[in-house]
């Protein structure tokens, strides 16, 4: 029985949540209206363009096109200061473990991620040449929860949706493993992901022999 591994980027290999909090929060402030950490939580696993619609209807402020075009930019410019200082060091508890343990297993994995900036940041922090494929917010035409991402990393894998296992700490990237049919595993309050079929807080409480023991089934 052949599996392989669909990963999410923001929470559950880095946390780059911390810097497009700031940046969106300085953008708050520049507009007047008071943004907090969590706001900052409803736009985890959330695209850039609808980021900014939740930032603006939390502010109660109306944008022309163009405005909002500009101000996409200059907040991906101030996130991207954050992000070029980023490292190795800034891999999540357990992440580089389990990788390594997929290689020992000759488990193949992806990346699927909301993030236009996923090829840079998984170069930030050294992790770029282990994924057998990246698919992030260049290659999809609809965002989670529309399950296009995974579908996309399932072909990469060369794997039937059902033989994918999806890690994901966002409530939307959570339904679109479940809409794609795939084995969800909910990194981050179990509460809040309830509707993964999997729960662990971080990557460090994944049993040892979780894939072995999906392998199996
Ligand atoms: P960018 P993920 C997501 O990454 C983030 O969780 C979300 O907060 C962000 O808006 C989105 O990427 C787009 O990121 O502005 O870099 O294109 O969790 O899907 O890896
Ligand atoms: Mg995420």
């Known amino acids: 029985n052949k599996v392989g591994v669909i990963f999410d980027l923001d929470g559950v290999i880095v946390d780059t949540a911390k810097y497009h909090f700031l940046a969106w929060k300085d953008l708050a402030d520049e507009l007047g209206f008071e943004f907090t950490e969590s706001h900052n939580e409803l736009l985890k696993g959330v695209s850039r363009v609808r980021s900014l619609e939740i930032l603006l209807d939390i502010g109660k402020v109306e944008l022309s096109e163009e405005k909002k075009q500009d101000y996409l930019v200059s907040k991906n410019e101030h996130y991207l200061e954050y992000i070029y200082k980023m490292g190795p060091e800034e891999i999540l508890p357990g992440a580089s473990q389990l990788l390594d343990a997929l290689d020992a297993l000759g488990i193949h994995y992806v990346l699927g991620s909301a993030s236009k900036n996923a ?99």
């Open 119 to 217: 090829p840079l940041i998984l170069k930030q922090v050294n992790l770029f040449n282990r994924f057998a494929g990246i698919v992030d917010g260049n290659s999809v035409s609809k965002a989670k929860p529309d399950p296009e991402v995974f579908l996309i990393g399932a072909q990469k894998l060369n794997l039937k949706p059902e033989q994918c296992v999806v890690f994901e700490d966002a409530i939307a990237g959570v339904e679109a493993a479940n809409r794609a049919h795939m084995i969800s595993v909910g990194i981050g309050d179990a509460k809040t992901l309830h509707e993964a079929d999997f729960n662990f807080n971080n990557l460090t409480e994944l049993p040892q022999d979780f894939f072995t023991k999906v392998i199996s089934e």
